[in-house]
């Protein structure tokens, strides 16, 4: 069988049926909705907090920046306890240090260690501050009930002498990690600057010049946070390289063993890395680095501010809305795609909003987090497989319900017992397989009951292209010589015939569309032009090269919701009834000719015979030969008449039904006259018009007027009337005798050929029987109908209705007639 092709459909309710398009779009507006409660909670609550920071370090990790050369650490290590003592160290000691330090001309020095108690050397440290731009720190108490800080500050001299002071606060997160600083940080009666602000200040306006230079900033032009009184805090860009800095040893500067070109104009870092003083915090690169110094941290934020690499995090609201945009995507992808296709583009979304957010982070120094449009996806994506999963089997199990309550077209096989077993599931895909299995049956069962029919079969397509072609078809197209059809248009297929006549041409309306089918051939041979569907549907009859007649018809295939599928055409011979259609001309003409022949020239010769003086024969027994020819003739011509009205073609005309009747009523006169019956035909208003073969519909009448003389005794009156139904459309001619009458039980057998009554009563009476049943096939093939009104003694009402003639009618059969 040849392969059939299948059009993919983006309704989403053609996937399971037009019934579940309801149940699918509800399920899909709240599977949306809990997508975007799922967003709105991760960015506006804290249920993704800890996805949020844990993603944010991951995404840390992958990138190291340079680091600026111009920033030195002087740590206070262990090597440098171990050498110079147990911690704190006498202020002399730093004293001694900031002077090593200035004698090699740093850009500045910042010293991360509290001096917050008086001590005899303050002096003594105060000059060796003065002598390098040194910025020392305060450390601020956490805020009281009131929402007051204390302020831990170097002593006086000190901080004299300092160029400038700043905040060394650490805050850490939830989870205990450090990954932002503010910029500014106090209370309402004083702010203070974290510690490397000032510096990086003074960098910028020149203040203190570098030795590389002012470095190049970053696109990132964060606020300060003085104009609004924020704390202006950002995120510290931690790399995997945040411990790279150049580090020198506290007591190694201090004895003059690290060369001065390497502290000249740069800004010195001194801060504790000892691991026995706990100044050690937490960092988003602590997996890798470990819990990282204060005086690290510091660095690391003075480089930030230096190169203009601050991250900023956006506003909860931005991050929602970003997270929109990939469950909008999912969304819509659920109503077109397949479920492989949906877990691709969710894997994709997942690794764009990953992707966006790291680009974000590396080049636009912005952290907008894909925790919520991740999850937003991730949360989404099985709750919709798990509903459609649900649905199709909901579906399958009405679906298989329905069709094991169709009845079965191919006949009954022996049931096999199988048994289904494992999860759900499981036991509807057997029970598919078993249905996908019945349906194979009935394609193999529809199949060759195609190929057992013996006329040829073609099915095509939407396209008018040939799919399947029984037996018969493919023997026929071989008998002539021709391609086997599958695969080629249908109109090519049978243009190899000819038009002999389209079905039932004869009338007007067929005349025309026969002269339409002549002059549109082959062009009615594509099913595709749906100009022409009714006329295949009614069907043509054509001519193959061997000279046989057939009839071609084309059907519509429709499938189970009434949409056209297809075409099926369909060749049946004629040529056996054509051939019986001859004999039955030649018998109709020897009846009309070899019976009547005889008949006539008996009667003839009777006529001759009487008109003699002298007459060869006995007068009775020429009235005998007479009425027995006369009876034959008649007998011969009834016959022929009705055989006419039966199958010829009926040459349709405007005529009018008043003037038939006249027309009937002279030819019958001579016989009502014999009998003194009185015909009077009533035609007062408008004259009904119909249109009507005159020859068939005057005898008609011909035969209800001899009739209604005939069973009618002498001296008594025949009325022919006329009305009308204009909303109906139809005129009736009715012809009332004043006979004998006819019984109610005889009626329903009036026109039944050969039937005669009054025989008993009238033998006088003759006919053959067969004038009735004339009467009744030339009003129906007119579209009309017979109704009849007798009882025994008080006559008898024969109406005939007919189509009344439109006003447009008369102009157009004669149209047609030319």
Known sequence: MPATSTRLSLDPRARLGRRAGRRFLIEW????????????????????????????????????????????????????????????????????????????????????????????????????????????????????????????????????????????????????????????????????????????????????????????????????????????????????????????????????????????????????????????????????????????????????????????????????????????????????????????????????????????????????????????????????????????????????????????????????????????????????????????????????????????????????????????????????????????????????????????????SDNERNLRAHAHWPALLDPTRGEFAALMAQGVEVRDANGRDHLLRYATCTNARGETTGWIAGLVDVSALHAAERQREDALRLLSHDMRSPQASIIALIEIERARTEPVLERNLLGHIERYAQRALTLADDFVQLARAESQTYALEPLNLAELVIDASDEVWPQAHAKRIALDTETGGDAPWICADRSLMTRALVNILSNAVKYSPPDTRIVCSFAGQPAAGRVACTIRDQGYGIPKEQQAGLFERFRRFHETERPEVGGAGLGMAFIKTVVTRHGGSVEIASAPGEGTAFTIWLPALDDAQPGELGAGRA
């Open 29 to 508: 507006i709240g599977v949306g909705l809990l997508g975007i409660v799922v967003i709105l909670l991760t960015s506006f609550g804290r249920v993704s907090t800890g996805i949020d920071q844990l993603v944010y370090d991951r995404l840390l990790n992958l990138r190291a920046q340079p680091l600026l050369p111009d920033i030195v650490i002087v740590e206070i290590d262990d090597a440098s306890i171990n050498q110079l003592g147990r911690w704190p160290w006498p202020r002399s000691v730093h004293a001694r240090l900031l002077e090593q330090i200035a004698a090699a001309k740093p850009a500045a020095v910042i010293f991360d260690v509290l001096f917050t108690e008086p001590h005899a050397d303050d002096d003594h440290l105060a000059r060796a501050i003065a002598l390098s731009p040194t910025y020392l720190p305060v450390l601020l108490t956490p805020p009281d009930a009131t929402g007051e800080r204390t302020v831990e500050g170097p002593v006086a001299a000190l901080a004299q002498a300092a160029a400038g002071l700043g905040h060394i606060n650490f805050e850490v997160d939830s989870d205990g990690i450090t990954r932002s600083v503010a910029r500014f940080q106090g209370d309402d009666g004083s702010r203070w600057p974290q510690l490397m602000v000032p510096v990086a200040e003074a960098v910028e306006r020149g203040k203190l010049p570098l030795r590389g230079g002012l470095p190049p900033r970053g696109s990132n032009e964060p606020a300060r946070g003085s104009g609004d009184g924020g704390e202006g805090r950002f995120l510290i860009p931690f790399g995997p390289n945040a411990a790279d800095f150049a580090k020198l040893s506290f007591a190694d500067v201090l004895a003059g063993k690290v060369a001065a070109d390497r502290l000249r104009g740069r800004i010195v870092v001194i801060g504790v890395s000892a691991s026995g003083l706990y100044d050690r915090f937490a960092t988003p690169v602590s997996g890798e680095l470990g819990p990282l110094p204060g005086v690290y941290i510091h660095a690391n934020v003075l480089d930030t501010l230096l190169t203009g690499r601050e991250i900023e995090p956006v506003g909860q609201w931005v991050v929602c809305a970003a997270a929109f945009g990939p469950l909008a995507a999912l969304l819509a992808g659920f109503l077109v795609l397949s479920p492989r296709r949906s877990l691709l583009l969710t894997g994709a979304l997942v690794l764009l909003a990953a992707a966006g957010s790291a680009v974000l982070l590396y080049v636009g120094r912005l952290w907008v987090s894909p925790v919520p449009a991740i999850l937003g996806v991730v949360i989404v994506y099985p709750i919709w497989n798990w509903r459609r999963l649900e649905m199709t089997m909901a579906y399958l199990r009405g679906e298989l319900q329905r069709l094991a309550e169709e009845p079965q077209l191919q006949p009954e096989t022996p049931k096999r017992r199988r048994e289904f077993g494992g999860d759900v599931l499981e036991q509807h895909m057997a029970l598919m397989a078993q249905a996908a299995q019945r349906v194979q049956d009935m394609k193999r069962f529809v199949w060759d009951s195609l190929d057992s029919m013996p006329e040829p079969i073609l099915v095509s397509d939407l396209g008018g292209v040939v799919l399947i072609a029984n037996h018969a078809a493919k023997a026929h197209f071989a008998r002539l010589g021709a391609p086997m059809p599958e695969g080629q248009p249908m109109h090519g297929v049978l243009g190899g015939l000819t038009l002999v006549k389209a079905i039932d041409a004869g009338a007007a």
